[in-house]
């Protein structure tokens, strides 16, 4: 397992951490109330009522690939052979909005950010899908992905899916001398993804398990 980079000891944790139990999943994420950048004629600061359901809808998102996972499809980058890195991350399933099993515990105003705490209930058949990664063909990686605060704050949660590119690329780098041509396979967030503001960037660190499914070499080419 990979270290965690320095800056993520930096991280300020506005609410305590919660371990994950047999049958519930937290996550604890964050909406900037006074974003750096304003891209559209979106109310500002952004008023707590709209803050509380974009934070509720990260954490669907969050708490979706916990529970369900997506399905990728990752062409390492080659540049001998002249091939650029390509990486498609689809849901394969959602938890639906409205959910009751989906539940804020509590949430905070601190740093001009609106943070929650948020919880999901798994029912017997989830709860059995995620145990299921607990099985020793799923790698285990972690991955820092990053996006330009720059472009807005919608662009945060594209610094958590470069976070899942980045924990693949780590775990095939470590499993394969020669990169494959594509590998296709699932991937599940194992934990509370973490998502600070560095240097113009949003910087997310990432823990995930990974199941490939299919590895096509160069030489079938």
Same mark, same amino acid.
């Given at each position: 397992?990979?270290?965690?980079?320095?800056?993520?000891?930096?991280?300020?944790?506005?609410?305590?951490?919660?371990?994950?139990?047999?049958?519930?999943?937290?996550?604890?994420?964050?909406?900037?109330?006074?974003?750096?950048?304003?891209?559209?004629?979106?109310?500002?600061?952004?008023?707590?009522? #709209?803050?509380?359901?974009?934070?509720?809808?990260? $954490?669907?998102?969050?708490?979706?690939?916990?529970?369900?996972?997506?399905?990728?499809?990752?062409?390492?980058?080659?540049?001998?052979?002249?091939?650029?890195?390509?990486?498609?991350?689809? &849901? /394969?399933?959602?938890?639906?909005?409205?959910?009751?099993?989906?539940?804020?515990?509590?949430?905070?105003?601190?740093?001009? #950010?609106?943070?929650?705490?948020?919880?999901?209930?798994?029912?017997?058949?989830?709860?059995?899908?995620?145990?299921?990664?607990?099985?020793?063909?799923?790698?285990?990686?972690?991955? +820092?992905?990053?996006?330009?605060?720059?472009?807005?704050?919608?662009? #945060?949660?594209?610094?958590?899916?470069?976070?899942?590119?980045?924990? /693949?690329?780590?775990?095939?780098?470590?499993?394969?001398?020669? $990169?494959?041509?594509?590998?296709?396979?699932? +991937?599940?967030?194992?934990?509370? &993804?973490?998502? +600070?503001?560095?240097?113009?960037?949003?910087?997310? $660190?990432?823990?995930?398990?990974?199941? +490939?499914?299919?590895?096509?070499?160069?030489? /079938?080419?």
């Amino acid at each position: 397992m990979r270290a965690n980079p320095g800056w993520l000891l930096l991280l300020v944790v506005a609410l305590p951490v919660q371990a994950q139990t047999d049958n519930r999943l937290f996550v604890r994420p964050w909406v900037e109330l006074e974003p750096l950048v304003r891209i559209d004629e979106r109310q500002y600061p952004i008023p707590v009522e #709209k803050a509380e359901r974009a934070v509720l809808e990260e $954490a669907r998102i969050l708490l979706s690939g916990m529970v369900f996972g997506w399905s990728f499809d990752y062409t390492p980058p080659n540049s001998e052979r002249g091939v650029a890195e390509r990486f498609t991350l689809t &849901p /394969i399933a959602q938890i639906p909005w409205g959910s009751p099993r989906l539940r804020v515990l509590e949430t905070q105003v601190a740093k001009e #950010k609106l943070w929650a705490r948020v919880v999901y209930s798994m029912d017997d058949a989830e709860t059995a899908r995620r145990a299921s990664w607990e099985s020793g063909t799923a790698l285990l990686s972690q991955g +820092v992905g990053k996006a330009d605060v720059m472009k807005g704050p919608d662009t #945060k949660v594209l610094s958590f899916q470069d976070s899942v590119r980045d924990a /693949i690329r780590v775990a095939l780098h470590d499993r394969y001398v020669d $990169a494959p041509r594509e590998v296709v396979g699932d +991937v599940v967030l194992w934990d509370d &993804p973490q998502t +600070v503001v560095r240097s113009g960037m949003f910087r997310t $660190a990432s823990e995930v398990k990974i199941m +490939v499914r299919d590895v096509i070499p160069y030489r /079938i080419f």
